[in-house]
């Protein structure tokens, strides 16, 4: 190579091409630097950098309403940047003002939510009630659970049922389903279980499995179409299948008891597992018993007392009362406790069980005061055959209190009735 290329080749080190980048680095930042704010803004906001389409951003600002909804979608969901649910929230409401129904839907959403502006109830069924205007199912069921729930609008039963029906009508599968349940619970117009089947039937044929679920109740009881196990358990597995744990006890159920499958133990087991995988407290006490029993498994009472234990714990009352039987006398390996018994029996009386009432009474008997309110709540659910024991044993009680209190807890007992009313 000549001289002149040599020199050439020297000139074009590495340290003097860095040189080069960071001095022309300096100048485009200082020609940054040197635009006004909003200008620095903007050439932010259009460099390829930022992940937004330019020309989306530009028309956005230009105020065309779908783009400013696209614009809101982007940053909602961080595509390409920051998720920023103020600037979303900002967005919806340019394109929401300018008769968008989705953003009118979305900005209610925001609202509802509290997400980039203050939690408003008020607003949140305002731009609701825009978007249903223009029949947006996502609004009309939204606005629906308001007037069910009364959320800043008149408690409204029958108008509730009326947006799920155009929602419904719509094809909106959970209005559909909505519309069912209004319809077989008799909320605003009175029972009608052929309607609710047909809202229920197509809601599921969308795969919606609380629907799934319901309708296959409706086909185990005969309520609105003709009774059919079969088709009640095909309902069931179809919701069953996509997790719904009132469905997996159902359909284990079914294989249990030959209900529209042939009995197997074994599917009843694995159905019951699942559900109890959720905590569902039937699945848990009905797979305690299959443990306790034998049935499909080898017996094994250690495990089956530990399905049942895990059942209480969920709610369910029967197994509440079971352990409450259990530490008093101290069954089933149960180290014999009265406080610990006092505590499952005080939940079962809890939701509404007359016999545990009374077995807490029995529990608590050194406790005059508090043997004579749980006789008291007692007594008046009890079976015929029990009430001239416990009312005896409640005066036993009362002979250690004063007038004054007897008349106080008679009225706790009043009060506790009334407030744990059977429906």
């Not at 969901?77 to 103020?86: L, Q, R, T, W």
């Not at 149960?334 to 499952?344: F, G, I, L, S, Y």
Request: proline share 5%; hydrophobic share 40%; charged share 20%.
């Amino acid at each position: 190579m000549g001289t002149g290329h040599a020199s050439a080749i020297v000139s074009m080190t590495p340290r003097t091409t860095m040189g080069m980048y960071w001095k022309r680095i300096a100048t485009l930042s200082l020609a940054f630097l040197l635009l006004p704010a909003v200008g620095r803004a903007q050439a932010a906001a259009l460099t390829p950098q930022s992940g937004i389409d330019p020309d989306v951003l530009r028309k956005a600002k230009e105020g065309d309403p779908a783009a400013q909804f696209r614009l809101a979608t982007i940053y909602r969901n961080g595509e390409g940047v920051p998720k920023d649910a103020v600037l979303s929230a900002s967005w919806l409401r340019k394109s929401a003002e300018q008769g968008i129904p989705n953003a009118q839907y979305d900005l209610g959403l925001c609202y509802a939510l509290g997400q980039g502006v203050p939690k408003d109830d008020a607003q949140a069924a305002f731009w609701y009630a825009k978007a249903a205007d223009q029949d947006q199912p996502a609004a009309l069921r939204s606005l629906a659970f308001f007037y069910l729930e009364g959320r800043s609008v008149p408690r409204d039963a029958r108008q509730a049922l009326a947006l799920f029906s155009r929602a419904a009508y719509l094809g909106d599968s959970e209005s559909q389903y909505q519309s069912g349940l209004a319809l077989e619970s008799g909320l605003a117009i009175g029972r009608d279980w052929k309607a609710a089947t047909e809202w229920y039937r197509k809601a599921s044929d969308q795969g919606h499995m609380r629907a799934q679920f319901h309708l296959g109740v409706m086909y185990e009881n005969g309520e609105g179409v003709p009774q059919d196990y079969t088709q009640a358990a095909n309902l069931y597995a179809k919701a069953a299948d996509q997790g719904y744990s009132p469905a997996q006890f159902s359909l284990a159920l079914c294989y249990a008891h030959a209900h529209g499958v042939p009995q197997d133990y074994a599917k009843a087991l694995f159905w019951y597992g699942k559900a109890a995988e959720q905590k569902n407290p039937s699945a848990l006490v009905n797979l305690a018993l299959l443990y306790i029993n034998g049935q499909g498994v080898p017996k094994d009472e250690t495990r089956g007392y530990e399905y049942l234990r895990q059942a209480a714990e969920a709610g369910a009352v029967d197994a509440q009362f079971q352990l409450g039987v259990d530490y008093s006398q101290g069954f089933h390996g149960r180290p014999k406790d009265d406080k610990e018994a006092a505590e499952w029996f005080r939940k079962a009386a809890e939701q509404g069980m007359p016999i545990a009432a009374y077995d807490l009474a029995m529990v608590v008997h050194t406790d005059p005061a508090e043997t004579y309110f749980w006789l008291g709540v007692a007594i008046p659910r009890l079976k015929k055959e029990m009430v001239d024991q416990a009312t005896t044993l409640r005066g036993v009680a009362a002979a250690s209190l004063t007038s004054e209190q007897r008349a106080a807890i008679d009225e706790r007992v009043r009060q506790w009735l009334s407030d744990h009313a059977q429906p």
